[in-house]
Each structure stands twice: as C-alpha cells, then as structure tokens.
C-alpha cells in the first residue's frame, strides 16, 4: 500500500484507535469500581494503557503504510501491545501487576480489542 492510500485510511483507522481508548477506558473504569475506587482517578490509571494502545495504533499504521493489514492482525497486534506494555508501563509508573490482575486484563482487553473486529469481520462477511 502506497502512502497517499494509507492516508485515505486514517479516518477509519482513527475511529479504531477512538473505540481501542474508550473499549480501555470501561476496562480501567470497571476495575477502579470494583474495587471501591474513585472514577476521578481514571486516566491516572488508564495512562499505561492509553500509552501502549496509541503505541500499538503507530505501529499498525506504519504497517499499513506499506501493506494491508487484516483485520484480526490488527486486533492481536492492539491487543498484544495495549496489553504487555501497559503491564509494563503500569510497574514502571509504580503499581503492582498481580497475577490475578495480569489474568483478567489478559482475557477482558482480549475481549473488547478483538472481540468488536471479530463482530465487525462476521458483519461485512454476512452482509456479502
């Protein structure tokens, strides 16, 4: 793919990045509720994820600028990196990464990044 048709894309791959922060931010949002926490402190604790989400969106436009990346890549690649290295950056800025916490992040992040192009992917299948 050439540079001036990966732009065309941005649009839509904007609008994948828009739904990845706010798919993080119900995530981060559920965890401070279930354990009694105040929402005002939601990009504070959002911030190592909404970092590698937007880190994975670079990576998956620097890959679309020189080849189509499918869908499902793409959702494992944001899903990966959103997940690793907001684990990393969340020890880093100095909270814990508790096994349990490193498991439910593990399979909710899997459900919401790659759960809504599964849906998407069967949706432009079915309406074909």
Known sequence: MSLSSSTQQLPNQFLRL???VALV???VAIGLMSHGEDLS???????PFLTSALSAH?????????????L????????????V???A???????????AFVIVSTLTLFVFLVGWRLIVTFVGRSRR
């Open 25 to 27: 931010l119900i995530f």
């Open 41 to 47: 402190n939601i990009l504070r604790a959002s911030a």
């Open 89 to 99: 950056l969340r020890i880093s800025f100095g909270d814990t990464a508790a096994t």
């Open 58 to 70: 670079i990576l998956i436009w620097v890959i679309n600028t020189r080849r189509d990346l499918p």
């Open 72 to 83: 499902m890549a793409e959702a494992i690649i944001a899903w990966s990196i959103t997940l």
């Open 18 to 20: 828009c739904i990845d």
């Open 85 to 87: 290295v907001g684990m």
